[in-house]
């Protein structure tokens, strides 16, 4: 079983910056792809952005590529996305999960992922 925890959402002025964390506990997450997804009311879950268990591909929903940067540090169990430029159409909950996929093909559905975190708010206002 992996845990997944996020934290650093909030809320934010149009233009500003919020950092998110997700550390596990359980097992080690250096050969697990993962991934952010948001869910903002009344719509489905997206997908954000994925990282390979290496580190070595991302890949980014459309709309935040420039502005969000995802990240891992396998030595911390943690991975990152950096939230820049915010939009309040950026108003979601978002949520870390964990693929259990030793390889550089990221998934965008989330039927692929394995471990789901709680979730974080992050709230853009204009």
């Known amino acids: 079983q992996v845990q997944l925890v996020e934290s650093g959402g909030g809320l934010v002025q149009a233009g500003g910056s919020l950092r998110l964390s997700c550390p596990a506990s359980?097992?080690?997450?250096?050969?697990?792809?993962m991934g952010w997804f948001r869910q903002a009311p009344g719509k489905e879950r997206e997908f954000v952005a994925a990282?390979?268990?290496?580190?070595?591909?991302?890949n980014y929903l459309d709309s935040v590529k420039g502005r969000f940067t995802i990240s891992r540090d396998n030595a911390k169990n943690t991975v990152y996305l950096q939230m820049n430029g915010l939009k309040p159409e950026d108003t979601a909950v978002y949520y870390c999960?964990?693929?259990?996929?030793?390889?550089?093909?990221?998934?965008?559905?989330?039927?692929?992922?394995?471990?789901w975190g709680q979730g974080t708010q992050v709230t853009v206002s204009s």
């Open positions: 999960a964990a693929e259990r996929n030793y390889s550089e093909v990221l998934r965008t559905r989330a039927v692929f992922y394995d471990y």
């Open positions: 359980g097992r080690t997450l250096s050969r697990y792809n």
């Open positions: 990282i390979s268990w290496s580190g070595g591909s991302t």
